[in-house]
Nanobody, 124 residues
Framework: QVQLVESGGGLVQAGGSLRLSCAPS????????MAWFRQAPGKEREIVAA????????YYADAVRGRFTISRASAKNTVFMQMNSLKPEDTAVYYC?????????????????WGQGTQVTVSS
């Protein structure tokens, strides 16, 4: 069974930092594009950041650019997202996802494999 397992969420004050991790199991995702989405209560799931298989190409949503950094481990099978200067509006469930091809469609329906999500709560 293919799984993506997220970790690193939690409760933090505004201005603080968190680091999310996504570790696959059941297969390797070394050559896959990977991304983080988030979904706040009552809102649609939205792209946060994405990274290609080599780590050489990245994409960031305007709301997080300059504050969040997506990266891959040297073995490229684990993906991280460093989140700095967190704001209350960053509060959401964060999901890790993967797909075979890197292209510029960041809608949630274009991604194939999903984790269960990890809660991030930023207090004001």
């Amino acid at each position: 069974q293919v799984q993506l397992v997220e970790s690193g969420g939690g409760l933090v004050q505004a201005g603080g930092s968190l680091r999310l991790s996504c570790a696959p199991s059941g297969r390797t995702f070394v050559d896959f594009a990977m991304a983080w989405f988030r979904q706040a209560p009552g809102k649609e799931r939205e792209i946060v950041a994405a990274i290609n298989w080599s780590g050489g190409s990245t994409y960031y949503a305007d709301a997080v650019r300059g504050r969040f950094t997506i990266s891959r481990a040297s073995a490229k099978n684990t993906v991280f997202m460093q989140m700095n200067s967190l704001k209350p509006e960053d509060t959401a469930v964060y999901y890790c996802t993967a797909r075979e091809v890197w292209y510029s469609d960041y809608s949630w329906g274009s991604w194939k494999y999903w984790g269960q999500g990890t809660q991030v709560t930023v207090s004001s």
